[in-house]
Nanobody, 125 residues
Framework: VQLQASGGGLVRAGGSRKLSCTAS????????VGWFRQAPGKEREFVAA????????VYEDSVKGRFTISRDRTENAVHLQMNSLKPEDTAVYYC???????????????????WGPGTQVTVSS
């Protein structure tokens, strides 16, 4: 599975940005998909995830109510809509996928088999 994240860029605080993760695998809906981010000097952290074959969602506390993860079956993609962005959201954002990760492990980056190159999001104050 080849993953590609896109949609990063520069945005002002309070603004919005939509990231997309596309996959070479046509049955992408059978994969759990997670978004992670890594700021300079920090470890990669969990942001949001969609379990496989499900539209339920999991979010890291600091993005709840601001970010929305969704699956677009027509585009075979998973999107991360980011609203009310803050400077502390600045990071490289990565999407990851797995067809075997269990629900309780969605926040753990080691549970994902496939990773795409990241996309930079910079939020200016």
């Amino acid at each position: 599975v080849q993953l590609q994240a896109s949609g990063g860029g520069l945005v002002r605080a309070g603004g919005s940005r939509k990231l997309s993760c596309t996959a070479s695998e046509f049955a992408f809906r059978r994969y759990a998909v997670g978004w992670f981010r890594q700021a300079p000097g920090k470890e990669r952290e969990f942001v949001a995830a969609l379990p496989r074959n499900s539209d339920s969602t999991v979010y890291e506390d600091s993005v709840k109510g601001r970010f929305t993860i969704s699956r677009d079956r027509t585009e075979n993609a998973v999107h991360l809509q980011m609203n009310s962005l803050k400077p502390e959201d600045t990071a490289v954002y990565y999407c990851a996928a797995s067809n075997r990760i269990i629900l309780s492990n969605l926040r753990n980056r080691s549970g994902y088999q496939y990773w795409g190159p990241g996309t930079q999001v910079t939020v200016s104050s």
